[in-house]
């Protein structure tokens, strides 16, 4: 049957406010200035989203807005870049949510106020929806309550309906971890923590350690690991992917996001594993290239002059 989406991605909506070139960490009852500010659509399953769009998959995106200005930015930011936004829901209940990002070199410090993206449920994501995407992504589940109990429901449903799944959870704010990974894993064909995350999840203190504690119960497992690359856990063998060196990197907002873009663009058209992972850590590292997660995806022209002017690879 032919579907009109690739890939459906259920998640958080919010804008980040960016304040870069920050003197120093702001203290209570005192004043930091910023030398540069940029107001661009956040959240890390946004940024997926759009770049997924750019580098030529057809997407389409479920989650919750408010109704004001930063929600008709998001709306405005995704359809400008091809993402279908037919399926999001708009609160009259809750603001859009917003995230204040302090960058410090590569490092950051981020407040978030989740907003309407926390009051979306599994009864928003209707069968009927499912249906029209042959894969599905979620990102970010600790900022979506309203969906994290639900999980396994929704990943085991879209699985029964044919779909093929990816999950980057991101880090839990309020480092629970709280989910079934046993139950849930085996309806996910591509885990998408980064180290960090993963070493949590698993209370292990090394890659081998932590991918040891989900093996039998996982399928693919990737792990980021920043200016190091990225590993595979294809339930056979680990491969590992080095970064793209990028000598002058802007900031590295999204590049978890970008590299998942890239994946699963290559992981849907059925390449390999070793051609998912390269095209993944090209994207991560396009992304480090310009300010915020999508400002180096503005169009798949620019994406690929990028890769060929920065890091000598065409395709
Ligand atoms: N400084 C960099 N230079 C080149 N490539 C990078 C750089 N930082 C990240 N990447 C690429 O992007 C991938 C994902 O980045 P990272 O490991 O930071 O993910 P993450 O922690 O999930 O990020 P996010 O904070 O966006 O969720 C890396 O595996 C790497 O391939
Ligand atoms: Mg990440």
Request: hydrophobic share 40%; proline share 3%; glycine share 8%.
């Amino acid at each position: 049957m032919n579907k009109p989406y690739d890939v459906l991605v259920v998640g958080e909506l919010n804008v980040d406010l960016i304040l870069n070139q920050v003197d120093k960490f702001p203290e209570i009852g005192k004043e930091v200035l910023a030398d540069n500010m940029t107001l661009t659509m956040g959240s890390s399953s946004a940024i997926f989203a759009s770049n997924l769009s750019t580098v030529g998959s057809r997407v389409a995106f479920i989650g919750r807005l408010g109704h004001d200005n930063f929600g008709d930015h998001i709306l405005a930011s995704l359809q400008s870049r091809g993402v279908d936004t037919t399926h999001i829901l708009r609160s009259t209940a809750y603001n859009t949510g917003a995230t204040i990002v302090l960058n410090f070199g590569e490092d950051r410090a981020m407040v978030t106020y989740p907003g309407a993206m926390k009051h979306l449920t599994l009864q928003d994501i209707t069968p009927g929806v499912l249906q029209k995407a042959r894969h599905l992504h979620l990102s970010s589940v600790f900022l979506q309550s309203g969906l994290q109990q639900d999980i396994v429901a929704l990943f085991k449903g879209a699985k029964d309906a044919g779909l093929t799944t990816s999950l980057d959870p991101q880090w839990d704010p309020a480092e629970r971890w709280d989910i079934d990974l046993p139950q849930l894993l085996p309806h996910v064909d591509v885990f998408m923590p980064n180290i960090n995350e993963l070493k949590a999840f698993t209370s292990k203190d090394d890659l081998t350690a932590a991918l040891d504690a989900i093996k039998s119960f996982a399928r693919n497992v990737v792990v980021k690991h920043g200016s190091d690359g990225a590993y595979l856990w294809n339930g056979r063998e680990l491969l590992h992917q080095p970064a793209f060196l990028n000598k002058d990197v802007v900031d590295s907002i999204g590049a978890g996001d970008s590299f998942d873009s890239g994946f699963i663009h290559k992981f849907i058209s059925g390449a390999g594993d070793q051609a998912c992972l390269e095209f993944g850590a090209l994207t991560g590292a396009i992304n480090t290239t310009r300010p915020g997660g999508t400002g180096a995806f503005e169009s798949l022209a620019l994406v690929k002059t990028i890769a060929a002017t920065s890091f000598n690879y065409s395709f």
